[in-house]
């Protein structure tokens, strides 16, 4: 049933028949010795299938392969690169284990409803979901034995097409799975993992596939299966893309279903992690399974929260799930079990009064069933702490048991191949090992301000390389009309100071707010000697029409005559494009309605490049803006009143652009060197890499919540072996 989807690849010859095994481990994404045994193999196929192994091993040609098995050169890299995986996998002394070290084969499970790893896996939306791959991969490297458990969308999330009139237009294209990094997993006793989820009346089985991250193992559900129900195959299909009862179901399939393949596979949780309230419904799996056992109802829930973690994202109340309580009832008859007795107890856990009445509500569920619930970013922390109120009545804020760790990015994942060598020769390659460390950052100093912007410019020349055959692509192929190219960025110049703006289209992010005065921003764009362009990129939510709106807006000024062909949209963001965009702009914009942006990701990839921030002091950039490593938008208006914030923040953000971003980075000597804005360039990258970094993240999530449960999880089992 399986196997018939997943296809095997070619035999490949002997010598280096180890290949599959490194295309099928993503640890090769952050690797750079991995990487390079794949653009040596044949660069033109690497950029062809847009750096996915798994397709070009299924297309390379049998002489080629052949003559590569024949080249010392590719040899000598194809056994280096397999020899550091297999050091990675085995290493027995990592960060963790010698913190946390356990003999009873615990691991953490970390739930997400997406994940994003690699364009080749397209199961993520945007930032929630590049925020769990980023936290995967820095589990690998620093040894946590973690577990994550998501879903295997079929079409995933959409491809964006925009219109000639810039609307956009939604298409999803079944991925072929025999291009995707995933084998099927299997259960102890070898056979291909199936578990069964009760829905409503019915039972849907759902199919278990693996995905390898070097040490970190992911595990993804999928519903369709031929022995299940037409609808119940289409379940998993779409990433965010169905109707309140589809959510519902993917939820209870997530969070029930997550649990018992756990179990399939052979599992232990020592800790459960809730990565956003989607993934709620373990708790009730976890409870019904202790109650089985024959603990007491308020025994299981006690012992479930001592062991559950839960993370929030979102001030922004749509964000978070609540159902009619009808709705939760009707699908999830068939789950209570032993758990039926206590029915209404359960139910009341997910009792909260919102905007929409009295409903079931995946948050609430969460923070009642977790010891330990975190915000992304501090200012995030006080944010969730008054929203979700009610939950501590007559309480004040402190008394509320919410804390923060603010979110961080993979660093290995983001930071530029050039910008890596660089650091490699200047701080010595120990960087690498250390880089969570700010001390070590100082030594940024020495490097000098010719390599530097050598590497800025290099940078920018790839994005303007992609953008410019990206419009090719679209004249040459979709006959576009010329004001499509035009759109895509065929006028903007290389040389030119480059704004970049990409994130999801939604009312909060105001990506419409540099155009609040549309002859100012004109004026600053077109500047004699002083250009300044901007590139946006983004998806609206597929049900969202105002964010669409927005987004068309945006591409209308970009083929707009009056701004001068500075203006470019540039279509279907992925993290593909995002490399591109946080590695090649010179300067990040990020303009949300304080503060509903809880953390924010992208700006952190785009510092820690060289890329400084201009942004509201919202999320993160609260905590990380100094006053020299990049700008402070302030229009110092808060309140109700949006209009006036609007106009507030848009004068602010002029009065910067034109007093001191553009003057800054058009300020040359005679050798053409801007060493007034390198200056930022480097504050920026000293700052933001450490404090930003997945690495010092993720140790605050294991020395915070993980560890001290892992412990106690692990004496209790000692305990019971005596
Ligand atoms: C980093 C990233 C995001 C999140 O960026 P925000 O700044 O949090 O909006 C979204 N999508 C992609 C593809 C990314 O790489």
């Known amino acids: 049933m399986i196997s018939k989807r997943y296809a095997e690849l070619p035999p490949l010859p002997e ?14 994404i952050w690797h750079p010795q991995a990487r390079e045994v794949f653009r040596q ?3 033109p196929l690497w950029r062809h299938t847009d750096h996915n192994p798994v397709r070009m091993l299924r297309v390379v040609a049998r002489e080629r392969l052949e003559a590569a098995a024949r080249e010392p050169g590719f040899l000598a890299l194809y056994d280096r690169a397999l020899a550091d995986l297999e050091a990675a996998r085995q290493a027995r002394d990592t960060w963790w284990s010698d913190r946390y070290d356990g003999t009873h084969g615990h691991c953490i ?21 590049v925020l769990a791959g980023d936290h995967c991969k820095e589990a690998s490297d620093l040894g946590v034995p973690l577990v994550g458990v998501g879903f295997m969308y079929p079409q995933g999330y959409f491809h964006q097409h925009l219109s000639t009139e810039g609307w956009q237009e939604e298409r999803y294209e079944r991925l072929d799975w025999a291009d995707a990094p995933i084998e099927p997993a299997v259960t102890p006793d070898g056979r291909p993992c199936v578990t069964a989820v009760p829905l409503g009346d019915r039972t849907v089985l759902v199919a278990v596939w693996r995905v390898r991250l070097g040490r970190v193992k992911l595990y993804l559900l999928d519903t369709d299966l031929e022995e299940n129900a037409p609808w119940d195959r289409e379940l998993s299909a779409r990433l965010y893309g169905g109707d309140r009862e ?84 009707k699908h999830l008859a068939g789950c209570w079990g032993t758990l039926g007795e206590h029915r209404s107890r359960f139910l009341s856990l997910g009792e909260y009064t919102g905007p929409g009445g009295s409903q079931f509500n995946m948050t609430a569920l969460a923070i009642r069933t977790s010891g330990t619930v975190n915000a992304v970013s501090q200012l995030h922390g006080h944010v969730t702490r008054e929203m979700w109120a009610p939950l501590w009545p007559g309480t004040s804020e402190a008394q509320r048991p919410v804390g923060a760790i603010t979110n961080g990015v993979h660093v290995p994942t983001w930071l530029s191949a050039e910008l890596s060598g660089l650091l490699d020769r200047q701080l010595g390659t120990d960087w690498r090992e250390r880089h969570d460390d700010p001390a070590l950052w100082d030594r940024l100093r020495d490097v000098p301000d010719e390599e530097l912007w050598q590497v800025r410019q290099a940078l920018r020349g790839y994005l303007f390389a992609y953008l410019r055959e990206r419009a090719r692509q679209r004249w040459a192929e979709d006959h576009a009309a010329i004001s499509s190219v035009v759109g895509a960025g065929l006028l903007l110049d290389p040389s030119a100071l480059t704004i970049g703006f990409a994130r999801r289209f939604t009312a909060y992010k105001r990506p419409e707010l540099i155009f609040h005065d549309a002859a100012r921003l004109a004026a600053l764009l077109s500047a004699r000697g002083r250009p300044v362009q901007i590139v946006f990129a983004g998806k609206a939510h597929p049900a969202d029409d105002q964010g669409k709106h927005r987004l068309q807006e945006i591409y209308r000024r970009a083929i707009d005559p009056a701004f001068g062909g500075r203006i470019a949209f540039l279509d279907d963001y992925d993290l593909h494009v995002a490399h591109f965009l946080v590695q090649g702009c010179d300067v990040w914009l990020n303009t949300p309605r304080k503060p509903l942006e809880a953390s924010g990701t992208s700006g952190m990839k785009a510092a820690m490049n060289g890329v400084p921030h201009l942004s509201i002091g919202d999320g993160w950039w609260a905590e990380a803006y100094n006053g020299a490593n990049g700008w402070l938008i302030d229009g110092g208006v808060s309140g109700d009143d949006q209009a006036a914030a609007d106009a507030a923040d848009a004068a602010a953000l ?3 652009l034109e007093d001191e971003v553009v003057p800054a980075f058009y300020d040359r000597g005679p050798d053409q060197i801007p060493r007034r804005w390198l200056r930022i360039v480097r504050e920026s990258i000293r700052t933001v890499t450490p404090q930003f970094s997945a690495r010092r993240m993720l140790k605050e999530y294991v020395d915070g919540m993980y560890g001290p449960i892992y412990r106690q999880v692990e004496a209790a089992a000692l305990q019971a072996d005596r």
Do not use: K, M
Not at 15 to 28: G, M, Q
Not at 109 to 129: C, K, M, N, R, T
Not at 248 to 273: D, F, K, N, T, Y
Not at 280 to 309: H, K, N, P
């Open 654 to 656: 002029y009065r910067l």
């Open 41 to 43: 193999l044949d660069y």
């Open 15 to 28: 010598r280096i028949n180890r290949l599959e095994e490194l295309a099928v481990d993503l640890w090769w």
């Open 246 to 329: 589809t959510r519902i179901q993917q939820e209870i399939v997530l969070g029930i279903g997550g649990v018992r393949a756990l179990r399939a596979l052979g599992s232990r949780p020592a800790v459960c992690h809730l990565n956003e309230g989607h993934a709620a419904f373990v708790v009730l799996q976890r409870i019904r399974d202790l109650l089985e056992e024959g603990a007491s109802f308020d025994a299981a829930l006690d012992q479930v929260r001592q062991t559950t973690v839960f993370t929030t994202h979102t001030p922004v109340a749509a964000g978070h799930d609540a159902f009619p309580f009808q709705l939760v009832e």
């Open 109 to 129: 499970a970390y739930f997400s409803a997406e994940f994003a790893l690699h364009q080749s896996l397209p199961i993520y939306a945007g930032g929630l979901g």
